[in-house]
């Protein structure tokens, strides 16, 4: 590896110089990557079906959105769905709390942050993810539905990231909902009233989502998707998510 850049380098005189324990650091972190992804896998390989679900850090127990996280989180675990969260504070941990309290699994994908992530105490599976990327992969990578709880810069992220998956056909299409239809009109508004009018998405697009308000419709709207086709991906699918 080292032969490589110092080739590179000799040929492109102008580049910065690099020191070669520069070199060796960034070479030995692609390992460090690998060794998440392979723990992901392996660990989460058997908890489907699942679902993940995402918010801010920075909901008190005490606000009307965690308790309807919660709540939602121990109608998917009954209704037999594994529950993926950040596995932080706020939505993250209503999210676990309420999967721990089902009959299902309550995951959590934590983050290392210098400041707001910590671990909730309701995970039945930990897994704690120095590089984002990398975690991402696995919300996605074994998710039968995302469900969107209101959030943040991290939320919104989240949201961006499986539309823009499913928009280009690098994943499947799975279920999207939006939860809490007061917080998420304004940015819906916007999607339709600018990114369509500037065509820089298509009318269609917005039918990638939906906007429910009640625990159990969200459910219901999981099952009505998977009701003629089962949770497995098929065949295409399985080939999509491997090169995810």
């Known amino acids: 590896m080292d032969s490589v850049f110092k080739e590179l380098k000799s040929n492109h005189p102008g580049l910065m110089p690099v020191n070669d324990s520069q070199l060796n650091r960034e070479s030995w972190k692609i390992f460090q990557i690998m060794a998440e992804f392979v723990e992901g896998?392996?660990?989460?390989?058997?908890?489907r079906p699942s679902v993940s679900i995402f918010g801010s850090a920075r909901i008190p127990p005490d606000n009307p959105y965690?308790?309807?996280t919660e709540e939602i989180a121990l109608q998917l675990s009954n209704a037999g769905f594994s529950v993926v969260s950040g596995g932080g504070p706020g939505i993250m941990e209503a999210a676990n709390k309420g999967a721990f309290d089902g009959k299902s699994?309550?995951?959590?994908?934590?983050?290392?942050l210098p400041k707001e992530q910590s671990g909730n105490p309701y995970q039945d599976i930990s897994l704690t993810f120095k590089h984002f990327f990398s975690r991402k992969v696995m919300f996605v990578k074994y998710a039968?539905?995302?469900?969107v709880m209101p959030g943040g810069f991290g939320t919104?992220?989240?949201?961006?990231?499986i539309l823009t998956l499913v928009q280009t056909g690098k994943t499947?299409?799975?279920?999207?909902?939006?939860?809490?239809?007061e917080f998420w009109e304004g940015l819906i508004g916007w999607f339709r009233d600018v990114l369509v009018k500037h065509k820089t998405i298509s009318p269609e697009d917005?039918?990638?989502f939906k906007v429910i308000d009640d625990p159990k419709e969200v459910v219901e709207a999981i099952f009505q998707y998977y009701e003629r086709r089962g949770f497995e991906p098929n065949a295409r699918e399985r080939e999509l998510l491997l090169e995810l």
Request: proline share 5%; net charge neutral; charged share 30%.
């Open 105 to 112: 699994p309550s995951i959590g994908l934590n983050i290392r």
């Open 66 to 68: 965690y308790k309807l």
């Open 156 to 161: 919104l992220d989240e949201l961006a990231e």
């Open 144 to 147: 039968s539905a995302y469900v």
């Open 206 to 208: 917005l039918d990638l």
């Open 41 to 47: 896998f392996d660990r989460l390989d058997r908890i």
């Open 172 to 181: 499947r299409r799975i279920p999207i909902i939006l939860v809490a239809s």
